[in-house]
């Protein structure tokens, strides 16, 4: 059972994260990596935690679910009484006036459902990672929470009095909250948040209708795309890699990274997955954040791993000391040291993130031979960095190899090259890549196998092992039925596999052996029975991993195998593509079913 029992709302612009009992615990605004107004996840210290909630007196239990192919969330408490309560929280996103209305607004709906249930509003914002607090001033229908850099104004029909006493009161009519920047709402409080949800929900039905599910698993599907829409910042195209910092790993283990920002890894690992469902919105908005990135390299042409949302190239990494962390599990970090790394993976992972851009027609901007020729500049680092050693795509930050993962990314940023120049008719460059390709392919046959081990190895010339070598088949660098792609799986379960879970690797690194299993390496061995025919095998494990997942059908970064509790940041984005494709791998086809 999860302990990340959480649901996410969100607009592309920011989101919370809120518990089983209807309580906002996490909260960044004005957007993803901003300032953590709500913060109980990671600051359960008293008077000094953020968090937001609708309290039901004599509380007894709860059910949470979100309205049926939306990102609106619906809350139900009940009380000892046989009271009850329900809460409908989202975050308004629709279009209006010719653009995307997502404003930095959270809406919050309370209904009495059944007898007479006594609450109490509880709105306590912090600023300034918690060490300030709000001063707060009011009129008839709102209060006000001002910091320096950061005013909130929430507009309610509720009593007012109540809310700045926290009174409790019985519930005898609908009430709206609607929490947002210091404006004055154009009409009604109960019409404004009526017509919110109404046009939100209408967004994101229409979403999900335009989605192409396989027949199989289509819940778990939607959920996890609407939950990778929700982790993009659709101002700049970038793609956050979880809406957290400092989940830890595993307990006490010093496993706690801010992962608020944008890895171009991670990010192409999102847009194909979303691609796959014929959701293309976001890889086009990627092209926009992927064309400012490469503009920004250096003059050496390095790319880093990872960037701030708004193109930050800075992510200097920081303690928050007054918070306690997840669970008293700190430390909590905000900032990440990757920015200063070399992970030569990343070449090749934004190739492939902007690979499918010159094949499909459906864009609304095609791209053009300069978006070809921008894309060299970044081949040319892949072939000149793809034997050389780095920190890997496990970001070691002591440790420097010459990692087959960074090795077999730099393959596929030649070989789509190669790929692209010959959809466009540049025969001499398509001729050029492909050599380049085949150098690099050469290569890794030769000094990443093992003949002791019988497998292909995580380093050149090294005898360890590591789940990113499942990735071999994944980028179609080698036959997924070549001899040496199957005795390297059977080398990954003897070495890495724990029940139905795999791990990373299970070699000491900065902090240790890795205590709990990585879901992305979990989906990745997935993959590969998929590939090797192997499907009775895959479906058990993947029925497991969905058996992992929260009450709503999230995923975190880890997971303990003996328990099921999930660890680490959240929800994870990796985790979720993995339960796309593992869903489109394993379905039966259409006509088999229909």
């Known amino acids: 059972m999860s302990t990340l029992n959480l649901g996410v709302i969100g607009n592309c612009s920011f989101s919370a994260l809120i518990d089983e009992k209807a309580r906002i615990v996490w909260s960044c605004m004005p957007r993803f990596d901003g300032d953590p107004v709500f913060h109980e996840l990671v600051n359960s210290n008293g008077s000094q935690a953020g968090f937001f909630d609708v309290a039901l007196e004599n509380y007894t239990r709860s059910e949470q679910m979100y309205l049926r192919n939306t990102a609106v969330l619906r809350t139900v408490l009940h009380d000892n009484n046989g009271s009850s309560v329900e809460i409908i929280d989202f975050a308004p996103r629709f279009y209006n006036r010719g653009r995307m209305f997502r404003p930095n607004t959270l809406v919050r709906r309370i209904r009495p459902l059944h007898g007479n249930p006594r609450i109490r509003i509880r709105m306590r914002p912090r600023f300034e990672y918690g060490s300030v607090g709000p001063q707060i001033t009011h009129g008839s229908n709102h209060v006000r929470y001002v910091s320096s850099g950061l005013t909130l104004r929430l507009t309610t029909n509720a009593p007012v009095s109540y809310v700045l006493q926290e ?18 709402l154009q009409n009604g409080i109960e019409d404004t948040a009526r017509d919110f949800e109404e046009r ?63 890895w171009l890894r991670d990010a192409f690992f999102v847009v194909r997955a979303l691609n796959a469902l014929a959701e293309v919105e976001t890889m086009e908005d990627f092209h926009r954040y992927m064309t400012n990135i490469v503009g920004m390299a250096r003059d050496d042409g390095h790319l880093q791993p990872v960037y701030g949302i708004g193109l930050e190239s800075e992510l200097t990494e920081r303690t928050i000391d007054n918070f306690v962390g997840y669970r008293g599990m700190g430390p909590v970090r905000v900032g990440n040291q990757a920015y200063e790394h070399y992970q030569h993976d990343v070449y090749g992972n934004v190739i492939l993130a902007e690979s499918q851009a010159f094949f499909d027609s459906r864009l609304l901007k095609s791209t053009s031979y300069d978006d070809f020729w921008r894309l060299e500049t970044v081949g040319e680092q892949a072939f000149r960095l793809y034997d050389q050693a780095d920190a890997g795509m496990w970001e070691l930050r002591t440790r420097a190899r010459v990692h087959t993962s960074s090795s077999l990314m730099c393959w596929a940023a ?7 120049a010959h959809h466009i008719r540049q025969k001499d460059r398509a001729i050029f890549w492909r050599h380049r390709a085949d150098t690099i392919k050469d290569t890794i046959l030769k000094r990443s196998w093992n003949d002791k081990i019988g497998a292909f190895v995580e380093s050149f010339d090294g005898d360890g092992l590591d789940a990113s070598l499942l990735l071999m088949a994944e980028v179609g660098f080698i036959d997924p039925m070549d001899p040496r792609f199957q005795s390297t799986v059977k080398a990954i379960e003897r070495g890495l596999k724990k029940g139905h879970h795999l791990y990373r690797y299970q070699i000491a690194d900065d902090f240790g052996v890795p205590e709990n299993a990585f879901n992305i390496c979990t989906f990745w061995y997935i993959d590969a029975l998929v590939r090797t025919g192997r499907m009775q095998e895959a479906r058990e494990i993947f029925e497991t991993m969905l058996s992992c997942r929260n009450h709503l059908g999230l995923l975190s970064e880890d997971v303990n195998p003996q328990t099921g509790e999930l660890w680490g940041n959240f929800p994870q984005t990796y985790s979720l593509v993995g339960i796309i494709n593992a869903a489109r791998g394993l379905s039966a086809r259409w006509e088999e079913r229909v």
């Open 200 to 262: 939100t929900t209408e967004y994101w039905r229409v979403w999900v209708r335009r989605l192409a599910l396989p027949i199989e698993w289509q819940e778990a599907v939607i959920r996890a795309a609407i939950t990778l829409k929700l982790c993009a910042f659709e101002e700049t195209g970038a793609i956050i890699a979880a809406m957290t910092t400092s989940i830890p790993e595993a307990p006490d283990s010093q496993r706690n990274w801010d992962y608020r920002y944008c």
């Open 167 to 184: 009174t409790p009161f019985v519930l005898q009519r609908p009430l709206d909250l609607v929490l947002g920047p210091d404006e004055t």
């Open 414 to 420: 030649c070989d789509r090259l190669s790929k692209i």
